[in-house]
C-alpha cells in the first residue's frame, strides 16, 4: 500500500500595482512643482521642497524703497533708515537715502520689522511693521 504523503501548499501571492501616468506626474509637477511630483516619486518632491525653501531664503529679492521729506516735501539726503527684522535677532539691515531722498533696502525674510528713520537735527521715527513683499513707504522728518 503506498502512503499518501501529504504536501501543504503554499499559496502565490502576486502584488500587481497599476503604473503610475506620466502623463498626470507632469502635470501635476508643472501645476504644483514639488508638491505635484509628490505623486511620481516621493524622494523626489521632499528634495525639491527642501531645495525650494534654501533658494527661496538664499535669492530673497522682496525690498522696500520710498522717499524721506522734511515737512515743507523737500527730500532730504544721507537720512538712515534701519529695518531689524524680529527685533534684530533675524538681520539688520540699513539703507540711506540718496540726494533725492530716495532709499531702497533689500529684506533678508519676510516678517516682522521695526522701522527706525533718523537723522541729526530730526526727530526720530520709530514703527513695527509686518513687511512681505515689495513695499513702498515714504516717510516725513520733522525737526527736533
Not at 501529504?6 to 497599476?18: M, W, Y
Not at 534701519?82 to 535677532?89: C, D
Amino acid at each position: 500500500m503506498q502512503e499518501k504523503q501529504s504536501q501543504s501548499v503554499q499559496p502565490q501571492i502576486i502584488i500587481a500595482k497599476s503604473p503610475k501616468s506620466v502623463g498626470i506626474a507632469r502635470i501635476l509637477t508643472l501645476l504644483f512643482g514639488p508638491l505635484g511630483l509628490l505623486y511620481s516619486t516621493v524622494k523626489g518632491g521632499l528634495i525639491l521642497i527642501v531645495v525650494g525653501a534654501v533658494l527661496n531664503m538664499t535669492m530673497h529679492h522682496d525690498y522696500i524703497t520710498g522717499k524721506v521729506t522734511d515737512r515743507y516735501d523737500n527730500p532730504i539726503q544721507w537720512v538712515k533708515l534701519t529695518f531689524e527684522a524680529y527685533g534684530g535677532t533675524k538681520g539688520v539691515v540699513t539703507a540711506y537715502t540718496d540726494e533725492d531722498g530716495n532709499y531702497k533696502a533689500v529684506l533678508p525674510i519676510d516678517g516682522s520689522y521695526w522701522i527706525t528713520v533718523s537723522q541729526d537735527g530730526d526727530k526720530t521715527h520709530r514703527e513695527q511693521s509686518h513687511l512681505d513683499g515689495v513695499w513702498v513707504r515714504n516717510y516725513t522728518l520733522y525737526e527736533e
